[in-house]
């Protein structure tokens, strides 16, 4: 279980309603949040494959923003 | 029983067929029996010497002698003679004389080539003398001959040494560039050098750019989402100096400082439309100060808001100095800011810093053709003046701001022109701490601050990505509302849910045990999907009228 504890479902909605201007429906959110983690798992998964090229300790900004912008294209709809 | 009868016959005729026979009949047979002198004399005889079972062979069956003396006529006259030889003596006189002189060749082994008479050859009386002069001398024993060598093998017999270095068959490009060969291109240097601040570089500086104006950017008649804008944001941090580009050239100054940059958020924010602003100079008209700054330029998101803020100068005192470190570290969340704050933290450590940071200020203004009193640069030099200096003389770039507003929390404002807070730091880092410690086994995982600012800014691309797809879909199923079937699809679309891996099991895997429970009620209310829509959707209309 990565997340031990409920997440900030008000906020996710909020700003989903906000980019979207659209509503949302009652559970929507969950599955958007599911998203949300399976795309975490991804980005943390490739920083740190990105940053064990480097030659770095654990996952670094660096990497990261190496990687962000290919994740952000995987997971777009 | 038949077959041995057959073989009676065969073997016996006359016994069983003929039982009376006579004598001509008898005679007949056995002329019969008797194989027809088809074949040649001597043959016949060597073949009947060879098989003497041919006698029984029935007439039908033509004579053959077996085996290959009978097919090679030399084979058989040898095997003849050599019965001849064993059976009878020579009567001829040729023969008697041929087989003598072989008797006698057999004889003397000396002589034995051929049995005929030798006659002396040069060679011959070579020996002869030879035996009579060296009668001791033993004949040489021949060493053992090597075997004869083609020449290509001789050739070969370089190769016993040791091994010379295998040429290389492919191109060393990764060397290429290694040794100073003439085909390197000389250094071009990518930033202008350093020089004194007051050297006349009028022409140095000059630079040429792309021709296509600013408006007729082609990026720019897209959607401007944050996310394409990566480069924009990561440089607003640079640390050290930065260049800017005015008309043809190019000046250089210091990084951003970060009262511009807020006040400059500020003004945007009043200034809706403008997403990307080119200048002080045309924003601030209003304002007599920044009038006289043309030269400040930069490039910043439209939709960073910032409510309520507090407007220092930037070197006034530490305690505004902590606000407003507390201001960025809630607000912002672009990466530079986090430049300001490091420059901040710098200034809070070390005074020496400001110093520099101030001069620079002043060069600025220099720039900007403000004379300055000499009397104050004067006063400025002094060591114990960095005190006063801080709190009176430093040319603050806004002093009439306002200065009592404090920001609490940072808005952003998304393309629809919502107000959405930003995804909170602290659960970001839990579900990446929890991945990094799950993905690396045992241990925690750790994450660290600028990395974490990273995965925020990260989150918040995500959603509003995956929010406008979201839009996209219901809008396309004419729906005001975003459905789970639109989360589906698009969970679908990115190819994290297949025929054999559903949303559910999806779920079951990440989410914990009470978001379960609650997508477990869904498919009751997805039943009645088609009769909920209406009152759903009136329901969000409130709603948003509400937002």
Known sequence: MPATSLYPRGTVKKIVKAHANRGLSRNADILIFLNYLVFMEELLKESSIASKQAGERGISARSVRKVREGCLMKFKG | ?????????????????????????????????????????????????????????????????????????????????????????????????????????????????????????????????????????????????????????????????????????????????????????????????????????????????????????????????????????????????????????????????????????????????????????????????????????????????????????????????????????????????????????????DEDIIEPLNNNTDWESDQDAQPEDPSLVAYREEPSAIDRSLLAHSPSPHPNAPQNRRQRKALHISRSGHEYPSFPAAVVKRIATGMVAKSQGTGKGKINKETLAVLVQTTDWFFEQVSEDLAAYAGHAGRKVVEEQDVVCLMKRQRQISANTTAFSLAQKMLPRELLQELRMQPVSAKGRRQKRKRMEAIQEEEDEDG
């Open chain 2, 1 to 349: 029983m038949s077959e041995s009868a057959r073989k009676k016959q065969r073997v016996s005729p006359n016994d069983s067929n003929h039982a009376d026979h006579t004598l001509h009949s008898d005679l007949r047979h056995l002329s019969n029996l008797i194989p027809k002198p088809v074949t040649p004399f001597r043959r016949a005889i060597s073949a009947s010497a060879a098989t003497p079972a041919t006698h029984r062979t029935p007439n039908n069956i033509p004579i053959r002698t077996p085996g290959t003396a009978a097919r090679t006529p030399r084979g058989a006259t040898s095997l003849r003679a050599a019965g001849q030889g064993r059976r009878a003596a020579p009567t001829t006189p040729h023969a008697i004389r041929a087989l003598r002189e072989r008797a006698n060749a057999a004889r003397t082994p000396g002589r034995r080539r051929s049995g005929r008479v030798q006659r002396e050859t040069p060679r011959d009386i070579l020996r002869a003398l030879s035996r009579t002069l060296a009668k001791d001398t033993v004949p040489a024993d021949p060493s053992p001959e090597v075997p004869s060598r083609s020449s290509a093998l001789d050739l070969a017999d370089v190769d016993d040494g040791p091994d010379p270095v295998r040429p290389r068959l492919s191109m060393p490009l990764d060397d290429m560039y290694d040794d100073d060969s003439i085909h390197e291109p000389p250094p071009r240097e990518s930033l202008l050098p350093d020089l004194p601040d007051d050297v006349d570089t009028g022409t140095l500086q000059s630079l040429e750019f792309g021709r296509r104006a600013y408006s007729e950017d082609p990026r720019a008649q897209f959607t401007a989402r944050l996310s394409e804008r990566f480069g924009d944001l990561n440089e607003l941090g640079l640390d050290g100096e930065e260049f800017e580009v005015d008309g043809m050239f190019i000046n250089r100054r210091r990084t951003l400082d970060p009262d511009r940059l807020l006040q400059e958020a500020i003004e945007e924010a009043l200034d809706e439309d403008a997403q990307d602003v080119s200048g002080l100079g045309g924003l601030g008209l209003g304002q007599g100060e920044e009038v006289d700054e043309p030269t400040f330029r930069f490039t910043i998101p439209a939709r960073i808001r910032r409510e309520e803020r507090e407007d220092q100068p930037p070197l006034d005192n530490h305690e505004d100095l902590e606000n407003q470190n507390e201001n960025e570290d809630e607000g912002s969340d672009e990466a530079g800011a986090d430049a300001q704050l490091t420059l901040h933290n710098e200034d809070h450590e």
